[in-house]
């Protein structure tokens, strides 16, 4: 097992961050930063005065680490122990999870609970559950 060093500085700094730009996104547009319904509202039918926005939104989540490259000179070490199969159902199987949830991590968990949506509370108890779950039995019995 690859244990990950604990950096609460970073976390915090990154939450705080997170939260923020819900924030400013509520405040600018009046919408939830649900990241899933904004990447898949740059898709048709979706074409509208918003759209530039979203585009904008979904450029700035590929860029940051892009920046942070620039900034320190290095960005974190990261690896993943799947194969491009497992990653392409893993990935299809969060589309579908947002979809069928309507909506993502980030717009239940951290908007959805901020505004104290019943629904929000279900939707995030229910991934988290399971991505518990996953992790138990990847690491025990996988």
Known sequence: MIATPFTPIASLLGGALIGLSAVLLMWATGRIAGVSGIAARLFPPYEDREFAGRLAFVAGLV?????????????????????????????????????????????????GL?????????????????????VFLMRHWG
């Open 114 to 134: 901020s505004r104290l949506s019943l629904r929000s509370l279900v939707a995030t108890v229910t991934f988290m559950a399971a991505g518990i779950a996953t």
């Open 63 to 111: 860029a940051a680490p892009i920046l942070v490259r620039i900034v320190s000179g290095s960005l974190p070490a990261q690896t993943i122990a799947a194969g491009t199969p497992l990653l392409i159902v893993a990935g299809l199987l969060t589309g579908f999870g947002a979809v069928w949830g309507s909506g993502c991590t980030s717009g239940h968990g951290v908007c």
